[in-house]
């Protein structure tokens, strides 16, 4: 038995581990604080709406979307808060509104 619940949590543990990256490892560009985020598989009506008003297409995206999102200064890193969400996203071209592909981040990292 000991066995078995051994091997579960060794097997959980990468996706524990990448639950969150450092902040070190997101392009300054793309860090972002967001007042929330909704993971792509399951959207709120009102963010597929919006989403839909927009043009915007998620496509394969799994990872979260970020919703109200502004940008983290990496020069204060250190001393940087986000009272929200702070998240690494691979698409922030919709003007703070919208950030795609979004993963949280360990800004203490």
Same mark, same amino acid.
């Given at each position: ?8 949590? =060794?097997?959980? $543990?990468?996706? &524990?581990?990448?639950?969150? +990256?450092? *902040?070190?490892?997101?392009? %300054? ?20 709406? =919006?989403?839909? $008003?927009?043009? &915007?297409?998620?496509?394969? +995206?799994? *990872?979260?979307?970020?919703? %109200? ?41």
């Amino acid at each position: 038995m000991f066995a078995r619940a051994s091997a579960f949590f =060794l097997c959980a $543990l990468p996706l &524990v581990a990448a639950a969150t +990256i450092p *902040a070190s490892q997101c392009n %300054t560009a793309n860090l972002q604080c967001c007042q929330s985020t909704e993971h792509a598989t399951n959207l709120s009506q009102t963010t597929t709406t =919006l989403l839909g $008003l927009l043009g &915007v297409i998620i496509g394969d +995206i799994t *990872a979260h979307i970020g919703l %109200t999102c502004g940008p983290i200064s990496v020069i204060g890193i250190g001393g940087t808060s986000c009272a929200a969400q702070p998240v690494c996203c691979t698409d922030n071209g919709f003007h703070g509104l919208i950030a795609l592909g979004c993963t949280p981040v360990n800004l203490n990292l």
